[in-house]
């Protein structure tokens, strides 16, 4: 087992080089960042300084190098660079260190802050928004599935599976619009909510952020009803297959009750694709909620992006990607190892 997550491990540092590799050049050429940074007013000094700042005045291949340096969390930088980047971690030797430490993403060009600051601030946003859609997509999505597949051809088969096609098809953002006006403006005075806000509000009296989970409704629901269908139909699908098992047959001969072969014989045998699923779904909610969160008003990873796209901050836009794929790769060595739980064969 260890050595099979070993190497599950080495593939996924091989992907997160290729992902470093296509967001750098990606994001090359897209106007003079130099010029971004200090707007339209400055000299001509001004420029070259922050020019020489961010590496401008280097060819392509260095700036590279220097970029794969910084975000990589094993690296070599000066006392300077240390100081002056502010990093975190652990250092060994002199005037040349090598640093095992935090990836440095570098700093905003619009608010001059470090992006890893900026994104820390909105990954909570996310990942609560995240949690909440796929607790609702699981929850329902696996009952289900096993009763739709239980009782095939009768009106709840039929329901679920329509319902899942309807899922499946409409879109995110298509979704967000609708369930947005329809419950948080039309229905607003019966349902209580609001088209967009955060998971705190503001207390008017004392200005402190009060926890709130009223606002996390409506987007979740809009960011949970995909997973949801697939996740319904891959159990379905699943267990129509367990179910005419040999061995679902041994346990009714054995006198077992419907209930715990359904439960725990056939649905456990069953689940190596619902995994896959709500992994990956996970992870794509994580860094896919950008359009959800931005009609919402969520503050959260995708938010942050759009709005830094909107201003062309590319620093920010390449972090996001970059903790965005690093989620996918993580997911998919967690759906990995569990793969390897439920069924042993994987490891083989």
Do not use: C
Not at 41 to 53: A, F, L, P, S, V
Not at 92 to 121: D, N, W
Not at 129 to 136: F, G, H, K, V, Y
């Amino acid at each position: 087992m260890f050595q099979y997550i070993i190497k599950k491990i080495g593939y996924s540092i091989l992907v997160m080089a290729g992902v470093v590799m296509l967001v750098f050049f990606l994001f090359q050429g897209f106007g003079d960042p130099s010029r971004l940074v200090m707007g339209q007013t400055g000299d001509r000094k001004t420029q070259e300084n922050i020019r020489k700042e961010l590496y401008l005045d280097q060819p392509k291949w260095k700036q590279f190098l220097l970029y794969i340096n910084d975000v990589s969390p094993v690296a070599l930088h000066s006392r300077e660079e240390i100081r002056s980047k502010k990093l975190k971690g652990f250092f060994i030797g002199g005037e040349k260190k090598l640093a095992f430490k935090l990836p440095y993403l570098r700093r905003s060009y619009q608010t001059k802050r470090e992006v890893a600051g900026i994104l820390v601030e909105a990954l909570p946003g996310t990942i609560m928004l995240a949690l909440a859609a796929m607790a609702l997509a699981v929850v329902a999505g696996i009952p289900l599935g096993v009763v739709a597949a239980v009782r095939q051809n009768s009106w709840v088969d039929t329901g679920a599976i329509f319902s899942s096609i309807v899922g499946i098809s409409a879109p995110s953002f298509f979704m967000g619009i609708i369930i947005a006006y329809v419950f948080g403006f039309v229905l607003t005075k019966y349902t209580g909510l609001h088209i967009t806000g955060n998971w705190f509000d503001i207390d008017p009296e004392t200005g402190k952020r009060i926890f709130s989970l009223k606002n996390m409704i409506l987007p979740a629901l809009t960011l949970g009803i995909r997973p949801l269908a697939i996740i319904t139909q891959l159990t379905r699908s699943a267990m129509l297959d367990v179910l005419d098992q040999d061995y679902i047959r041994t346990a009714y001969a054995k006198g077992l009750r419907r209930r715990t072969v359904i439960w725990k014989h056939g649905l456990k045998n069953a689940l190596n694709p619902v995994i896959t699923a709500v992994t990956g779904w996970f992870a794509e909610l994580l860094a896919g909620a950008f359009f959800v969160e931005y009609i919402f008003g969520w503050q959260g990873i995708g938010k942050v992006t759009v709005d830094a796209l909107e201003k062309l901050d590319y620093p920010v836009v390449m972090g996001s990607v970059l903790v965005s794929a690093a989620f996918f790769v993580m997911m998919n060595i967690v759906a990995d190892i569990l793969y390897g739980v439920f069924d042993p064969r994987v490891r083989m």
